[in-house]
């Protein structure tokens, strides 16, 4: 009978465990309930860059990892900052999980800003994907941000390219490159896609969240190191977070402006690094008649008070 009464006991008591976990598992990992905000719609397109003129001069944000930490308030700065920017370019991680509350509050504190509206050129980053065996980035995905489908398709819209007057900007999802099927058609249309911005006399940015040369200890991909530094080396800008250190060696930049910093590790020798948050602005001129280009220029600048730590000045011949 005492034999019984163990197993009933202990059956109670994971069954209470059981329930306490599900009832405080929202709380204990950082889920918090729906949000039940005033006037928030579930609308979450963000335009993508279109423009039917050649402006003399172009201008771009750019963010690293965010993870959902930037406010109303953060954004309205960042907009009084860098007044003439056209677009913002995110090198994923903007959300700091998938699921569907992350883009609300990543909505409800967009929109609210002075930052509402800007088309938004943006890549997924590991968070903005399930985890687990079997991960799969949000739904949601697709409907926050409606890029175009020209890219080799894992996820529609995820590995695509935008044209601008003078940068053929290049988003990589880099969280699918395990499968080597995805790996090798990603790299045979980059090569292509680079070439003929080339061929059109286009600066090339690349984006992808896992970074060709990780600036993060223990972060280093060999897989994409090994696969990517070769044909990326051609480009004019890499641009990549994850790390959330900042560091460059042109043309790759690490960039973070609001995950929690890491440890630095280096294999290399960066000619520029720092581990506070920062934000970036590229800017290129165009000539009225769109027959050539100035220099692309790449600024760094300390989030915290706007300090200009780094800069880049990129020359075609």
Request: charged share 20%.
């Amino acid at each position: 009978m005492r034999k019984w009464g163990y197993i009933v006991f202990l059956t109670l008591l994971l069954a209470g465990g059981a329930v306490i976990c599900a009832l405080r598992w929202q709380a204990w990992f950082g889920m918090p309930e729906e949000p039940q905000w005033t006037g928030l719609t579930q609308d979450y397109t963000f335009p993508i860059f279109e423009t039917d003129t050649t402006p003399e001069k172009t201008t771009i944000l750019v963010l690293g990892d965010v993870h959902n930490r930037l406010t109303q308030a953060d954004y309205d700065t960042l907009a009084a900052r860098v007044p003439e920017a056209e677009a913002l370019a995110q090198v994923g991680d903007w959300m700091d999980r998938g699921q569907d509350y992350y883009y609300q509050l990543l909505l409800r504190e967009w929109s609210a800003s002075a930052l509402n509206g800007m088309p938004v050129i943006v890549t997924p980053g590991n968070h903005e994907y399930s985890k687990g065996v079997h991960k799969e980035l949000s739904p949601v995905w697709e409907h926050a941000f409606a890029h175009p489908e020209n890219g080799p398709e894992a996820v529609p819209g995820a590995s695509y390219y935008i044209d601008l007057p003078a940068i053929r900007f290049i988003a990589i999802d880099t969280n699918p490159l395990n499968r080597l099927v995805y790996l090798t058609r990603t790299l045979t249309w980059l090569r292509g896609v680079m070439t003929q911005a080339r061929a059109d006399g286009r600066f090339v940015v690349v984006m992808m969240h896992h970074p060709v040369l990780s600036v993060g200890k223990g972060r280093a991909n060999v897989l994409i190191y090994s696969a990517f530094r070769h044909a990326l080396g051609e480009a004019d800008l890499v641009l990549a977070g994850h790390d959330h250190n900042y560091m460059r060696r042109t043309p790759f930049v690490v960039i973070n402006t609001a995950g929690k910093p890491k440890e630095q590790k280096f294999f290399y020798t960066p000619e520029a690094v720092d581990s506070v948050p920062a934000y970036a602005v590229i800017e290129t001129t165009t000539n009225a008649d769109s027959t050539g280009h100035g220099p692309l220029i790449f600024k760094t600048y300390r989030l915290t008070d706007g300090v200009l730590i780094d800069s880049l000045y990129v020359h075609h011949d």
